[in-house]
C-alpha cells in the first residue's frame, strides 16, 4: 500500500513507529469485527501551524519533524496534519 520512496526515508523512519506512542490518540482503525480485518488505517499527527502556506512543511517528512520537534519543545499544536490513509482497495 505504501510508496517504495516511503519505506526508505531516513526522516520518516527516526518518527513513524513512535507515531504510536507519543501521538496514540491521533491514529485511528476501521476494523470490521465480524470479518476480523482492518478496513482502512489513517495515521495523524498534531502540529504547530500559523494558518500561513508557508507555514506548512513540504511533504510528508517535513511535517513529521515538525510535529515531534514542537512536541518534544512543549509547543501547543494548532493543527492536525494527515500523514497516511491507507484503505483496502475493496473499500
Known amino acids: 500500500m ?4 516511503n519505506l526508505h526515508g531516513d ?14 490518540g491521533f491514529q485511528f ?3 470490521d469485527q465480524a470479518a476480523g480485518k482492518v478496513l482502512a488505517e489513517g495515521n495523524t499527527a498534531p502540529c504547530p501551524w500559523d494558518g500561513s502556506d508557508e507555514g506548512l512543511g513540504e511533504g510528508i517528512d517535513a511535517m513529521i519533524q ?5 512536541y518534544q519543545r512543549g509547543e501547543r499544536h494548532t493543527a492536525l496534519c494527515a ?3 491507507k484503505i483496502r482497495p475493496r473499500f
Open 11 to 24: 526522516i520518516l523512519n527516526r518518527y513513524w513507529a513512535r507515531l504510536y506512542q507519543e501521538f496514540e
Open 29 to 31: 482503525v476501521r476494523y
Open 66 to 70: 515538525a510535529a515531534f520537534d514542537a
Open 83 to 85: 500523514l497516511a490513509a
Open 2 to 5: 505504501w510508496p517504495e520512496y
